[in-house]
């Protein structure tokens, strides 16, 4: 999983060590949990310039006021159960922009296994319920000769992402 965090400040090591103190804060809050720092990556992703307006006798000038420094904290956990927990570490931290969670699938064939019996249990109770509603007999279907089944990643699936 893949949080954002960003810090405003003054300065750019001002902003740095106010992202440090809740990356701190929230890798203690993950050794509560479990997961060990090794299981825990920084990642700085952006530093940007804040500017802000002094008006003097309706002129507006443009001056820099600040910045702001946003990094990426990847936690990499193995029990699926923890999804929630490590969320909810991350609120108490106030770290709120969840950005992504990877899930690692090593059984592929199994899962789709899975999924064509569930999909065609659930074929097989239309076919009962439109026989006994309708009161006729579908045919039997055509044979299949070849599968082609489908696999979707989150990145193909949002065409942006916005925090």
Do not use: W
């Amino acid at each position: 999983m893949v949080f954002g965090i960003a810090q405003e400040g003054a300065s750019v090591v001002e902003c740095n060590q106010k992202l440090d103190a809740t990356i701190s804060e929230l890798a203690a809050e993950l050794k509560k949990l479990g997961v060990p720092s090794t299981d825990v990556f920084v990642d700085f992703a952006v530093q940007n310039k804040i500017y802000g307006f002094q008006v003097v006798d309706y002129i507006a000038k443009e001056r820099l006021v600040g910045f702001e420094l946003k990094k990426n904290v990847a936690i990499h956990y193995r029990d699926s159960q923890l999804l929630d927990p490590l969320i909810i570490a991350a609120s108490r931290v106030k770290i709120f922009d969840l950005i992504k969670v990877d899930y690692l699938v090593k059984d592929l064939s199994g899962v789709q296994n899975r999924l064509l019996e569930e999909a065609a249990e659930i074929i097989k109770q239309k076919v009962a319920r439109y026989e006994k509603l309708l009161g006729v007999k579908l045919q039997s279907p055509p044979q299949i000769y070849a599968e082609k089944p489908s696999l979707y990643f989150p990145t193909e699936l949002y065409d942006s992402y916005r925090a």
